[in-house]
C-alpha cells in the first residue's frame, strides 16, 4: 500500500512512503520523496504506485526525506492537451488536414478558442501550449491560402461530410454584413445598407448552409451590392464545384425578386423564398372577397402569385371563383405556387407593433414629436394626416405569412413548404456563430486577398464549431471553457521530466465520450 504522511513542520509539506502493515502497525519500506505542491504530490503518488509493481525498475528521483532549499519542482511547460486534441481530431475528421498548412490549422482553431487577431492568435496558442512559427509565417500562410485555394478545399471536405451525414438536396442562403475600422472605401469595402445600421465601409458575406446549418459554401461581394445579386453566384458555383443539379434553395425574402427566381426556375432548380407581406392582398383576393377578414389560427391558403410585380392578379388568380387556384407550372406560366400561413400569435404581435405605429404617426401629426415621416402618416398641401387606407390594409394582413415557391403540392404539400422555410434559423445560428463566438468582424485586413483567407478561416472554424455543437449538444463556448482549463502540466524534479495531467470532470468526460474519443 501507499502511505501518505503530512510534514508536522509549518511548511506544509507533504511526505510520500511506502509501507507495509504488520501487527497492526505501519512499517515505513521506502521514502519516496516530499511533495510542496499539488503537481508535486501527483508526480511522487505516480512514481510510489510504479515502486510497487512487480519487476519494475526504481526511479531514483534523487529526493531527500528532509525539504533542501532550491531543490522544489519547477514547472517547464503547461499545455491545453484535451482541448487542442479535441479540436485537432475534428479538424482532421472534417478532412481539413489534406490541406497539409500547419499554420491555416493554428490560426482555424485558435480562432474558435478566442478570436482575436492574427497577430494576437499567437497568444492564444502560446497559452494554450501550442508550438507555432512566428507572425510572419502565419502571413504567409494568408497569402497561401488565396494562392492554393483553400477555400475550394474547405468547401469539399464540407460537402463530403455534409453529403454522407446529413441532407444537401435542400440548401439554406441568407448574407449579412462585416464592417471595417476603416475611414475611407475601397473597391471593395464600400459604405451600403447595414445590418448593424453602421455607416464604416463594409463587405457583404453570403453564406449557404445545409438544413441543419452546416456550411457549404462561402462568398463575399462590394458593400454596396444589391443581397438579391448574391444568391445566384454562390448557387452556380456550389452546382459547378460538386456537379449538382437538382436541389432546393431556401431564402428569406429580401432575395425575392424577380429576376432569381426566373433565374433559379430555368436552372432547374427549386426554391422556396420568403413572400413579402404586402403581397396578401392580391394573392387572396378570393378568400377577402368570400371569407372577408377571418382566418383561423394555423390555417394554411395554397394558391397562386403573380411572377412579375407589375402583373395583376386578375387573369392569374379569378377572385370571382371560390376556390384557390392550384398551382400547375404547366398552365400558370405567368405566376408562382404561394403558400400563406396565418398564426394567432403573429397576428397579436403585428397588430401591437401597429397600434405603436399609429400612435407615433398620430403624435407626429398633432405636433406632439417631432420626427421624420413615419409610416401611415401622408402629407399633403403641407399638412400631415393619418393614412387611414395604408392603416387599414396593414390590419388586414396582421397574422399573415407567406411563402413562394416553384415545387408542385403534388411533390412538397403546404406544410412542408412552410417547415423548410423555417429551418432558415440554422444559417441565422451559423452567421450568430461567426459574427460572435468566431468574431468574424471586425476585420482588420485591408487587401482583398486577406479579407478572403480571412473568411476562408472563418469558414473552416465555422465548420469545426458546428460539427462540436452537433455532436455534443453544447455550446462551441461552453466546451471551450470546460476544456480549455484542464492543463497537462511538465514538472522537473531533481533534473528529470514528469507529467502531470488535471482529471477530468464530468462534462468534459461527456465531451470526450460524445465524440468518441479518449484522452491522451
Aim: charged share 25%; proline share 3%.
Amino acid at each position: 500500500m501507499v502511505f501518505i504522511r503530512k510534514s508536522a513542520g509549518r511548511s506544509g509539506a507533504t511526505k510520500v512512503q511506502i509501507a507495509e502493515r504488520r501487527g497492526g502497525r505501519n512499517h515505513i519500506v521506502e521514502h519516496v520523496g516530499t511533495a510542496r505542491s499539488e503537481v508535486e504530490l501527483a508526480v511522487l503518488m505516480a512514481e510510489a504506485n510504479r515502486r510497487l509493481r512487480p519487476g519494475q525498475e526504481v526511479l531514483d528521483l534523487g529526493i531527500d526525506d528532509e525539504p533542501v532549499p532550491g531543490r522544489a519542482g519547477v514547472i517547464t511547460g503547461k499545455r491545453s492537451a484535451v482541448l487542442w486534441q479535441v479540436l485537432t481530431a475534428v479538424y482532421a475528421r472534417l478532412g481539413f488536414d489534406t490541406i497539409g498548412d500547419a499554420a491555416f490549422e493554428q490560426l482555424v482553431l485558435a480562432r474558435i478558442v478566442e478570436p482575436t487577431s492574427k497577430a494576437d492568435s499567437l497568444r492564444v496558442l502560446d497559452e494554450l501550449g501550442v508550438g507555432h512559427g512566428s507572425l510572419r509565417t502565419m502571413f504567409r500562410c494568408l497569402k497561401r491560402a488565396g494562392v492554393e485555394d483553400y477555400r475550394s478545399q474547405v468547401a469539399s471536405a464540407c460537402f463530403e461530410h455534409a453529403s454522407t451525414s446529413g441532407d444537401v438536396s435542400l440548401c439554406l442562403y441568407d448574407v449579412t454584413t462585416l464592417y471595417f475600422e476603416a475611414e475611407h472605401e475601397d473597391e471593395l469595402r464600400k459604405v451600403g445598407y447595414s445590418k448593424e445600421r453602421r455607416v464604416d465601409p463594409q463587405i457583404i458575406v453570403g453564406l449557404l448552409v445545409d438544413r441543419a446549418g452546416f456550411p457549404l459554401e462561402i462568398g463575399c461581394w462590394e458593400g454596396n451590392k444589391a443581397e438579391t445579386a448574391t444568391m445566384l453566384p454562390i448557387i452556380r458555383q456550389f452546382q459547378a464545384r460538386h456537379s449538382i443539379e437538382a436541389m432546393v434553395v431556401v431564402a428569406d425574402a429580401g432575395m425575392l425578386s424577380a429576376g432569381n427566381l426566373k433565374d433559379l426556375h430555368e436552372a432547374g432548380l427549386r426554391f422556396i423564398v420568403g413572400s413579402r407581406v404586402t403581397k396578401a392582398p392580391a394573392d387572396l383576393a378570393s378568400h377577402f372577397r368570400w371569407h372577408g377578414d377571418a382566418f383561423t389560427d394555423g390555417q394554411v391558403i395554397d394558391t397562386i402569385t403573380p411572377r412579375v410585380a407589375t402583373t395583376t392578379a386578375r387573369g392569374v388568380n379569378d377572385e370571382k371563383k371560390r376556390a384557390e387556384p392550384v398551382w400547375d407550372p404547366g398552365v400558370h406560366e405567368r405566376s408562382w405556387r404561394a403558400v400563406w400561413a396565418y398564426s394567432a400569435k403573429r397576428a397579436a404581435r403585428d397588430a401591437k407593433t401597429l397600434t405603436l405605429q399609429e400612435n407615433r404617426a398620430k403624435a407626429v401629426i398633432a405636433g406632439e414629436k417631432a420626427a421624420r415621416t413615419p409610416r401611415f402618416v401622408t402629407v399633403k398641401n403641407g399638412s400631415r394626416s393619418l393614412d387611414e387606407t395604408s392603416l387599414a390594409r396593414a390590419r388586414r394582413v396582421v397574422g399573415l405569412k407567406g411563402y413562394v415557391t416553384n415545387i408542385p403540392a403534388t411533390l412538397m404539400p403546404a406544410g412542408e413548404v412552410i417547415a423548410s422555410y423555417h429551418e432558415l434559423w440554422h444559417v441565422e445560428a451559423s452567421f450568430r456563430m461567426s459574427k460572435s463566438d468566431l468574431r468574424a468582424r471586425p476585420i482588420f485586413h485591408h487587401t482583398r486577398d486577406a479579407i478572403e483567407a480571412h473568411l476562408t478561416i472563418v469558414f473552416a472554424a465555422l465548420a469545426v464549431a458546428r460539427y462540436l455543437q452537433d455532436a455534443t449538444g453544447m455550446s462551441i463556448k461552453k466546451i471551450v471553457n470546460t476544456l480549455r482549463p484542464l492543463q497537462q502540466v511538465t514538472v522537473r524534479i531533481a533534473g528529470h521530466e514528469h507529467l502531470a495531467h488535471d482529471p477530468l470532470t464530468p462534462a468534459a468526460e461527456s465531451i470526450l465520450d460524445a465524440l468518441d474519443l479518449s484522452a491522451q
